[in-house]
């Protein structure tokens, strides 16, 4: 009997999709073919891979009513805010835009007596390890600069939108890309583990939980492998005394609760100065009771259901044992809260870091809200977590901002927004939100090695 991954669907927990797992010796054919194709790959010129790249972001242009659809039946994202297209286009372009500038030689000295230079080289095969919270995005991230600098790439979606990579690979193939050079696969944990282990690719990129990142780590031990982390956080909003309230409200409780919160950068916890903190509280209160619970298919929800019955326990659990350990919860149970997948938003007040709910990833649509007395007390909480992603900074001061950003434990420091991930800069990480560089330049560098040439001329 083979074995199968299965989305289950979270509208109603039917299958949704179901596709047969590939076993070890399958899976190593394909990571071979990746290699055998790679020089060939990388070996065309720079603007025909670029096109190549482009066009298959079009095809999938072609089809973002479908993708909306899919987004909802496998993770529950209402299909009122269209899939992911706008932000996966965006992200290829830009990439596509730098690529000949960020993968241009440095050259040092070209002289009658000598060249010296350093020229980027693809790793060769990339194996992209992707969530489903954001699927075309966080994937397009790694693909696409993948593609583009000369590697080939097998990639892994996540069970819970397992049509994504199918839909990526169909379009890159109708677009040109050979089908050796992006593969999309099936596969267990297990059988994931062993070809990192039997240096199947030259670079992991992951994305995911801690737990899952340690497993990448654990796996490519001892082979010299690249692995390339992005594992989440626990990401802190900090209001301050010259803040605009209302923009702040808007703005952290949308960060906070958009997609369900699972966001690996959401919102999940706000510390407010002691002045402006009631007045915020009132308007955040004001904006969650206006949501609508519900069907993910239906134009008029505006919050779905988690993607998992398991993530939603974890978030049951985590309000449960902080109301009962004395925080306040300031949103009544929403009538289409069945106490299972589909959960009321909730905000909390009288939190303390003693709660998971202010320490542990969340990953869904809660949020502690902290009252502060300065900008020490603040920068001390925002420190406060294993996580280190992203941070939101909201103030008129600009100068003060940087000055706390530069105090923040973080990735990205944000000031008077928390909702977009900008191409041109890095996406990155510290502490147990792991370490790589996503996008920018940078992510260019990250998907390439430096190869340094000394010649002296004759």
């Given at each position: 009997m083979t074995d199968t991954v299965k989305c289950i669907s979270p509208i109603d927990g039917s299958v949704y999709a179901e596709r047969p797992l590939l076993g070890t010796k399958e899976a190593f054919e394909v990571a071979a073919q990746a290699r055998r194709a790679q020089?060939?790959?990388?070996?065309?010129?720079?603007?025909e891979r670029i096109a190549l790249v482009r066009a298959g972001v079009a095809e999938i242009g072609k089809t973002t009513d479908r993708m909306a659809v899919e987004l909802?039946?496998?993770?529950?994202?209402?299909?009122?805010?269209?899939?992911e297209f706008g932000g996966f286009n965006e992200r290829a372009s830009y990439m596509a835009d730098i690529a000949e500038e960020a993968l241009a030689p440095i050259v040092i000295e070209d002289s009658d007596a000598f060249l010296r230079k350093i020229e980027r080289e693809p790793h060769g095969v990339v194996f992209v390890v992707a969530p489903w919270n954001y699927p075309y995005m966080t994937a397009i991230n790694t693909v696409a600069p993948a593609l583009i600098a000369g590697n080939t790439v097998v990639l892994k979606h996540a069970a819970?939108?397992?049509?994504?990579?199918?839909?990526?690979?169909?379009?890159?193939?109708?677009?040109?890309?050979?089908?050796?050079?992006?593969?999309?696969?099936?596969?267990?944990?297990?059988?994931?583990?062993?070809?990192?282990a039997g240096r199947a690719f030259d670079l992991v990129n992951f994305t995911g939980?801690?737990?899952?990142?340690?497993?990448?780590?654990?796996?490519?031990?001892g082979t010299f492998t690249a692995v390339s982390t992005e594992l989440g956080g626990k990401d802190p909003g900090y209001v301050r005394a010259d803040a605009d309230i209302q923009a702040a409200a808007d703005t952290l409780i949308d960060g906070a609760m958009f997609n369900s919160g699972q966001c690996c950068c959401g919102i999940e916890r706000i510390y407010v100065h002691e002045s402006v903190y009631d007045d915020f509280l009132a308007r955040c209160?004001?904006?969650?009771?206006?949501?609508?619970?519900?069907n993910p298919l239906d134009a008029a929800t505006t919050i779905g259901p988690m993607a998992n019955i398991r993530f939603a326990k974890e978030v049951r659990a985590q309000i449960a044992e902080a109301l009962e350990d004395g925080a306040v919860a300031h949103i009544e149970t929403f009538a289409?809260?069945?106490?299972?997948?589909?959960?009321?938003?909730?905000?909390?007040?009288?939190?303390?870091?003693?709660?998971?709910?202010?320490?542990?990833?969340?990953?869904?649509p809660v949020v502690g809200i902290m009252k502060v007395q300065?900008?020490?007390?603040?920068?001390?909480?925002?420190?406060?977590s294993d996580f280190g992603l992203t941070c939101s900074i909201w103030t008129q001061d600009s100068d003060t901002a940087d000055a706390i950003g530069k105090r923040l434990q973080t990735g990205t420091v944000f000031m008077n927004r928390c909702d977009y991930l900008d191409p041109a800069l890095c996406w990155t990480g510290c502490k147990d939100t792991g370490r790589?560089?996503?996008l920018s330049v940078l992510g260019f560098h990250a998907l390439t090695r430096p190869k340094s040439y000394h010649l002296k001329k004759a």
């Open positions: 020089r060939d790959w990388a070996a065309r010129p720079l603007q909802a039946h496998q993770m529950g994202r209402p299909v009122r805010y269209g899939g819970q939108t397992i049509l994504v990579g199918e839909r990526m690979a169909e379009a890159f193939h109708a677009a040109g890309v050979p089908k050796d050079v992006f593969q999309n696969v099936f596969l267990s944990h297990d059988t994931a583990s062993t070809l990192i939980s801690v737990g899952g990142g340690q497993a990448m780590e654990r796996a490519a031990a209160v004001e904006i969650v009771k206006g949501y609508k619970l519900g289409e809260d069945d106490g299972g997948i589909y959960l009321t938003p909730q905000i909390l007040t009288n939190v303390s870091h003693d709660m998971r709910v202010m320490r542990d990833e969340s990953f869904g300065d900008d020490e007390e603040a920068i001390a909480l925002m420190n406060d790589g560089a996503g």
